[in-house]
C-alpha cells in the first residue's frame, strides 16, 4: 500500500491541475458543439433532400396514371436538435411559376428547390402552396383535371 504522506505540493497542484483541464476543455467544447451542428445540418439535409425526391417520384407516378387516381405517400420531415426545418412548400396555385416546384429551407439556410419532373402542376386542395410542417406526414395525392383542360396533381396531408 502507498504510504500517504502530506506534503504541500498537493494542496496547491490539485486546483491548478483541475484549472488547467477546465481551460482545455473551455477551448474544445465550442469546437465540438460546432462540429457536430455542421454534421447534423449536413444530415438533415440529404434526408430531407431524399424525402421530398421520393415524393417528386409520388407526384410524377399518380400524374402519369392519369385523373382520378390517388396514391399516399408517408414522408419524414424530422428536424433535428440544432438545425430546424423552417418551411416545405410543395406546388402553388396553378398560375404560379412555382406549381411546378418543392421549396424548402433549413434555419440560417438560403432556401432550396426542387423541380417536379416534366413541370408538373401541383396544387393543395385550397389552390396554393401545401406548407408542411416539421414531422411526419402522410400525404394524399389525387390527379385531376380542370374544365380547361389542364390535368394537375392536388396534394393535401392526411394527419
Not at 407516378?61 to 438545425?83: I, M
Not at 396544387?123 to 383535371?145: F, M, R, V
Request: net charge negative; glycine share 8%; proline share 3%.
Amino acid at each position: 500500500m502507498r504510504d500517504l504522506s502530506i506534503d504541500s505540493k498537493g494542496l496547491e497542484g490539485l486546483p491548478f491541475r483541475l484549472l488547467i483541464v477546465a481551460v482545455i476543455m473551455g477551448i474544445s467544447i465550442p469546437a465540438v458543439l460546432a462540429s457536430w451542428s455542421n454534421a447534423e445540418r449536413q444530415h438533415l439535409e440529404n434526408s430531407l433532400n431524399s424525402e421530398l425526391n421520393y415524393l417528386t417520384v409520388r407526384i410524377v407516378q399518380v400524374y402519369q396514371a392519369g385523373p382520378g387516381n390517388v396514391v399516399t405517400v408517408d414522408v419524414n420531415l424530422e428536424s433535428g436538435t440544432f438545425t430546424e426545418i423552417e418551411y416545405v412548400l410543395v406546388g402553388d396555385n396553378l398560375e404560379s411559376a412555382w406549381r411546378t416546384a418543392i421549396r424548402w429551407k433549413l434555419s440560417g439556410q438560403g432556401e432550396n428547390v426542387i423541380a417536379i419532373e416534366d413541370g408538373i402542376p401541383v396544387c393543395s386542395n385550397n389552390g396554393d402552396a401545401l406548407h408542411l410542417s416539421p414531422g411526419w406526414h402522410s400525404i394524399y395525392l389525387e390527379t385531376k383535371k380542370e374544365e380547361s383542360g389542364l390535368v394537375f396533381v392536388e396534394i393535401s396531408v392526411l394527419d
